[in-house]
């Protein structure tokens, strides 16, 4: 199996802050990394797919970056509607492990 | 428009079985593997195993495997999710979505199943 680590678990921003996740993968998982946003109460939403390519209808300040073993999420001016949790997922096998989530509050 | 719509929420006692579905419309359900998603209370996600409704081939995570059967019917557009002997610790929410190519990733989520089992 492929291991997602991320860090932090947690983190206090405030509305305008940059933001930086960051991914690990046991092993070299090419640019097979995907992030998500979920909500309390919601289902998670796809933000980035291959570890840099936005999914169509999200907002441009965020961005995905890395390869390898090693990935970030940025968001580049958090925004009220950005408070949330946040996964890495990967596709590189079909055992499609999630990070375990960093969740970003005030 | 693309969607998943899963089953209504469950209360069920510790040894019942259970099964949830998850129907797919507006694209070719055959071609996209679905995927169910635990997520336990105040915790994160995790994968079950995955269906590709086209041939039904199935792959399970280690620590599900054994514990639940997840299946597709290609005829009606629903992949489903059951067990046989429901424990407390399978309360929570569980979520179908589809995944690609393209993208290679869970694109679209269902809203949710949410499970709870207790005496």
């Known amino acids: 199996d492929i291991q997602l680590t991320q860090s932090p678990s947690s983190l206090s921003a405030s509305v305008g802050d940059r933001v930086t996740i960051t991914c690990r993968a046991s092993?070299?998982?090419?640019?097979?990394l995907n992030w998500y946003q979920q909500k309390p109460g919601e289902a998670p939403n796809l933000l980035i797919y291959?570890?840099?390519s936005l999914q169509s209808g999200v907002p441009s300040r965020f961005s995905g970056s890395g390869s390898g073993t090693d990935f970030t999420l940025t968001i580049s001016s958090l925004q009220p509607e950005d408070f949330a949790t946040y996964y890495c997922?990967?596709?590189?096998?079909?055992?499609?492990?999630f990070g375990p989530g960093t969740k970003v509050h005030i | 428009e693309v969607q998943l719509v899963q089953s209504a929420a469950e209360v069920k006692k510790p040894g019942e079985s259970l099964k949830i579905s998850c129907k797919g419309s507006?694209?070719?359900?055959?071609?996209?593997?679905i995927g169910w998603v635990r997520q336990m209370p105040g915790k994160g996600l995790e994968l079950m195993g995955i269906?590709?409704?086209?041939?039904?081939?199935?792959r399970y995570s280690p620590s599900f495997q054994g514990q639940v059967t997840i299946s597709a019917d290609k005829s009606i557009s629903t992949a489903y999710l059951q067990w046989n002997s429901l424990k407390a610790s399978d309360t929570a929410i569980f979520y179908c979505?589809?995944?690609?190519?393209?993208?290679?990733?869970?694109?679209?989520w269902g809203q949710g199943t949410m499970v709870t089992v207790s005496s």
């Open positions: 979505a589809r995944h690609g190519p393209p993208p290679n990733a869970f694109d679209i």
């Open positions: 507006g694209y070719s359900f055959t071609s996209y593997w």
């Open positions: 269906v590709y409704p086209g041939d039904s081939e199935t």
């Open positions: 092993r070299n998982i090419k640019i097979y």
């Open positions: 291959d570890a840099s």
């Open positions: 997922q990967q596709s590189y096998t079909t055992l499609f492990t």
